[in-house]
T-cell receptor
Framework: AQSVSQHNHHVILSEAASLELGCNYS??????LFWYVQYPGQHLQLLLK??????LVKGIKGFEAEFIKSKFSFNLRKPSVQWSDTAEYFC????????????FGGGTRVLVKP | NAGVMQNPRHLVRRRGQEARLRCSPM?????VYWYRQLPEEGLKFMVY????????ESGMPKERFSAEFPKEGPSILRIQQVVRGDSAAYFC???????????????FGPGTRLTVL
């Protein structure tokens, strides 16, 4: 069955620390990859996406992600976090052969301490 | 340009009642998706619709749940005879197309939080 795994359920770090959130998927076909963020009390917002081309994708708010096809991974990174990055982060995958539905990982709650 | 609208934002029902959740897609979007987020879990796909047509309902529970997207008006997710296990956040998303990046990017609404007493 199709699945998306996010390695950490909770991450706590201090401001200015670097952040890396892992995401692995189990599909073998062509995929589109996404990271969404959900700030407290708000709806899901798209951080970045990968469809094709350069596997290093830059998104909003200083986030980037790298697609490593051989590892079926799409890890999210930010070199220096801010308190305002406190949120829940979701990795999502769209398997092209399965239509346009998204399969989400379980989410990672990130708490940035000031 | 308004985003995806969902109402109500919060809905409380007693066991056995019906719940109706509404979703108005972004202007120019003809595809609607419903996802459910159970407590402490990620979002799970439920159903994908175009106007007057269900494209993929592989994530819908077999009983009590139905969805529609009529020619006019919002998409409706209907849950009959609700049970406590239906308590969750229900998110709607919309896209312009279904198979052509970037036009198949999904934009999410704020969600409806359903509580079943």
């Amino acid at each position: 069955a199709q699945s998306v795994s996010q390695h950490n359920h909770h991450v706590i770090l201090s401001e200015a620390a670097s952040l890396e959130l892992g995401c692995n998927y189990s599909y073998g076909g062509t995929v589109n990859l996404f990271w969404y963020v959900q700030y407290p009390g708000q709806h899901l917002q798209l951080l970045l996406k990968y469809f094709s081309g350069d596997p290093l994708v830059k998104g909003i708010k200083g986030f980037e992600a790298e697609f490593i096809k051989s590892k079926f991974s799409f890890n999210l990174r930010k070199p220096s976090v801010q308190w305002s990055d406190t949120a829940e982060y979701f990795c999502a995958v769209n398997l092209k052969a399965a239509g346009n539905k998204l399969t989400f990982g379980g989410g990672t709650r990130v708490l940035v301490k000031p | 340009n308004a985003g995806v609208m969902q109402n109500p934002r919060h809905l409380v029902r007693r066991r056995g009642q019906e719940a109706r959740l509404r979703c108005s897609p972004m202007k120019g979007h003809s595809h609607v998706y419903w996802y459910r987020q159970l407590p402490e879990e990620g979002l799970k796909f439920m159903v994908y619709l175009q106007k007057e047509n269900i494209i993929d309902e592989s994530g819908m529970p077999k009983e009590r749940f139905s969805a529609e997207f009529p020619k006019e008006g919002p998409s409706i997710l209907r849950i009959q005879q609700v049970v406590r296990g239906d308590s969750a956040a229900y998110f709607c998303a919309s896209s312009r197309l279904a198979d052509t990046p970037p036009y198949n990017e999904q934009f999410f609404g704020p969600g409806t939080r359903l509580t079943v007493l």
